[in-house]
């Protein structure tokens, strides 16, 4: 037997192969759908097929459509040859065609290919382009998979309804203006061709939508995606005409702007300011791109290493989304999260987890990242009221220590006092490092208060003794509380 896979080319007749029309003429005809210019012609010369169109109707999903199709061009095979006859070119996005050549492989069927025209060549010449330039061709009904690529221009297939057209427009407006011009194209290499530009807002409203239609999506030079942003930054560092203080970093070097960036973003946060929020993560996000492109002039590592080592430890650590074993709960997440993180750290002891928790957090989160820990190993009081019974002995060594003299046993003392009273933060579920911020902006804004206060009676702090400035104290405290 011989499995013959014929193109049909884009809808004109004129277009197919003698070899095409020749197999097409011998053997039993299978179509994926009859919905195509080139099949009245074949219809006119009397031929015989059948369609599987009816798939579309009885399969929930495309991929089981285009299964079910090949499963029974290969069921049919096996009564002798015959003709699996598509749009286009065979290879080009046809899923049903892929499927079958895989089997076939497997199987040590015989086939051959029939190419045609392919709708990328018809949009090709319709929209005078050269591939050289670059384009991408994307399958609509996976467009939310795709990343936006600027530089080049992007040809979405089979936006066969205004649905489809809908979810395209939704995926390209997550990086797009509604106002941005998309290229409408119906029925490209055909007498009915339609070629025309309209804004991406309108694209799911056009009433001759069906599955002669593709869009197209025009270079975009003035828009910044992931690659382009890493192209700025490599000029940055260009030795020929780089930005000299840029050149003159290093990991060491940029280490203070990775925590000063961190910390505004956290600001940001605070504020719920939206704007401020993607100015301040862009920021964090260039700390990572500057730090990956020394990498990668050292051939240490580079931005794809960053992004595939972090991209393995998700799916690593989430077996319950990539994998779908089980359904569980956010509580039973953080203890997978844990257990698997042990495992791929090695971790073996109570001691082991502690070496890995970096010095360089701030100190009270370190304490309570290191109390955590503990705890998972049973090291911990159950009872608050033990807490505070730390905090007391630790307050009285103080003050023994005090009596000593010893500035180091002062200071070591005091260490235990604040890694106690993180311990109770903890108990309280507050994080100590959010909660001394706050009393920090409290103090700040209750100092402003005071000033306003003294400057309405022409006074200054340093011309009051502590007892009168507490009493403004007191004032601007019961004033915030009203």
């Not at 492989?105 to 382009?129: K, N, Q």
């Not at 106002?179 to 056009?206: C, H, K, M, W």
Request: proline share 4%; aromatic share 8%; hydrophobic share 40%.
């Amino acid at each position: 037997m011989m499995i013959h896979i014929v193109g049909l080319g884009p809808g004109n007749a004129e277009a197919l192969t003698l070899g095409a029309w020749k197999a097409l003429h011998e053997y039993p005809v299978y179509l994926r759908t009859k919905a195509h210019p080139t099949v009245a012609r074949l219809e006119e010369e009397g031929l015989k097929y059948v369609a599987f169109d009816h798939y579309y109707e009885e399969k929930e999903t495309f991929e089981e459509v285009y299964g079910a199709m090949a499963q029974e061009v290969l069921l049919r095979a096996q009564e002798g040859d015959l003709v699996y006859a598509v749009p286009g070119h065979p290879l080009v996005a046809e899923k049903s065609v892929s499927l079958l050549l895989e089997a076939c492989t497997e199987r040590g069927i015989p086939h051959r290919i029939h190419p045609a025209v392919s709708f990328v060549d018809t949009v090709l010449e319709e929209l005078r382009l050269d591939p050289i330039a670059g384009v991408r061709i994307v399958d609509a009904l996976d467009i939310d998979n795709i990343s936006p690529d600027f530089t080049q221009g992007m040809i979405i297939t089979q936006v066969y309804s205004a649905y489809v057209a809908g979810q395209v427009k939704l995926a390209l407006g997550r990086y797009l203006e509604d106002e941005d011009e998309v290229v409408f194209i119906r029925a490209a290499g055909t007498p009915e061709a339609s070629i025309r530009t309209l804004p991406l807002y309108a694209l799911d409203r056009q009433k001759d939508i069906d599955h002669l239609t593709s869009v197209y999506l025009p270079p975009k030079p003035q828009r910044y995606d992931f690659y382009r942003f890493m192209g700025v930054i490599r000029r940055l560092r260009d030795k020929d005409g780089g930005c000299p203080w840029d050149l003159e970093q290093t990991h060491e070097t940029l280490k203070r702007y990775l925590i000063e960036e961190s910390y505004e973003a956290l600001e940001a946060i605070d504020l719920e300011d939206p704007d401020k929020m993607a100015e301040e993560f862009g920021d964090v996000l260039l700390q990572v791109a500057l730090h990956s492109i020394i990498g990668e002039e050292t051939g240490e590592f580079d931005i794809h290493e960053v992004i595939r080592t972090v991209t393995e430890k998700m799916i690593y650590r989430h077996p319950h989304v990539f994998q779908r074993d089980k359904d569980m709960t956010s509580d039973e997440v953080l203890v997978q999260w844990e257990a698997l993180k042990k495992k791929e750290k090695k971790e073996e002891s109570l001691g082991d987890s502690l070496k890995e928790i970096s010095k360089h957090y701030p100190a009270l989160s370190r304490a309570e990242k290191i109390q955590k820990k503990a705890r998972k190993y049973g090291f911990d009081w159950d009872d608050i009221e033990e807490v505070f019974k730390k905090i007391t002995e630790e307050t009285e060594e103080i003050r023994e220590a005090m009596i000593s003299g010893d500035a180091r046993q002062i200071s070591g003392e005091l260490g235990d006092l604040l890694f106690a009273v993180v311990n109770l933060a903890r108990f309280l579920d507050s994080d100590p490092e959010l909660v001394l911020n706050e009393t920090s902006d409290k103090f700040i804004r209750r100092i402003l208060r005071m000033e306003e206060l003294l400057t309405a009676k022409e006074l200054k702090f340093q011309d009051l003794p502590l007892e009168e400035l507490d009493k403004y104290w007191e004032t601007a405290k019961k004033e915030e509380k009203i």
